[in-house]
């Protein structure tokens, strides 16, 4: 069974500054089946990111996903106030589906 | 505009079954997956299976295997989840969400709270 490591489980960044979100596979994934979502408090996930590299409609441009194998990383380049908030990592493979533990984003 | 509107709040009793509904509107129904995804109170995101409505095939995840049954009625875009034998641990909240066939969900419906107390 794959399990996705997320980290930090805690980033403390302050707006205008890079974040850099990490997701680990236990066993090599396809990156096709990669995706990353944002969720705040009393809402249902956003979907962000799928097939690790492609922005979903509407999500802007400064987040970008990367990735291949068992290491993917999502980076915010420039952090908006409204972009604090937790975010898991979903992997899709052999009809299964499973998230990540979470990274929660936190202003410093 | 497309979304996913999800049967209200629900409280029941350990042993006891719930069934959570999720109304698909603004797009073809048979051209997506539907998943469901609960939230236990302060923890992550747990999948807890995948209906396809164009066959009915379904696919749960193991922990749940036996105690979920998901289903869809293809005359009104509903699908469908049912809980058995519930237990404390099942307090949650119940997402249904939608697939595109990319396998990540990109609509999602705005959740259902299951709460199991005696």
């Known amino acids: 069974e794959i399990v996705l490591t997320q980290s930090p489980g805690t980033l403390s960044l302050s707006p205008g500054e890079r974040a850099t979100l990490s997701c680990r596979a236990s066993q090599s994934v396809s990156s096709s089946y990669l995706a990353w979502y944002q969720q705040k408090r009393g809402q249902p996930p956003r979907l962000l990111i799928y097939?690790?590299?492609s922005r979903a409609t509407g999500i802007p441009d400064r987040f970008s996903g990367s990735g291949s194998g068992t290491d993917f990383t999502l980076i915010i380049s420039r952090l908006e106030p409204e972009d604090f908030a937790v975010y898991y990592c979903?992997?899709?493979?052999?009809?299964?589906?499973?998230f990540g533990q979470g990274t929660k984003l936190e202003i410093k | 505009q497309e979304q996913l509107v999800q049967s209200g709040s629900e409280v029941k009793k350990p042993g006891a079954s719930v069934k959570v509904s999720c109304k698909a509107s603004g797009s073809t129904f048979t051209n997506y997956f539907f998943h469901w995804v609960r939230q236990a109170p302060g923890q992550g995101l747990e999948w807890m299976g995948i209906i396809n409505p164009r066959g009915g095939n379904r696919t749960y995840a193991q922990k749940l295997q036996g105690r979920v049954t998901m289903t869809r009625d293809m005359s009104t875009s509903t699908v469908y989840m049912e809980l058995r034998s519930l237990r404390s641990e099942d307090t949650a909240v119940y997402y249904c969400a939608r697939d595109r066939v990319t396998h990540a969900f990109d609509v999602w419906g705005k959740g259902t709270t299951v709460t199991v107390s005696s």
């Open positions: 979903q992997q899709y493979g052999t009809s299964l589906y499973r």
């Open positions: 097939g690790a590299s």
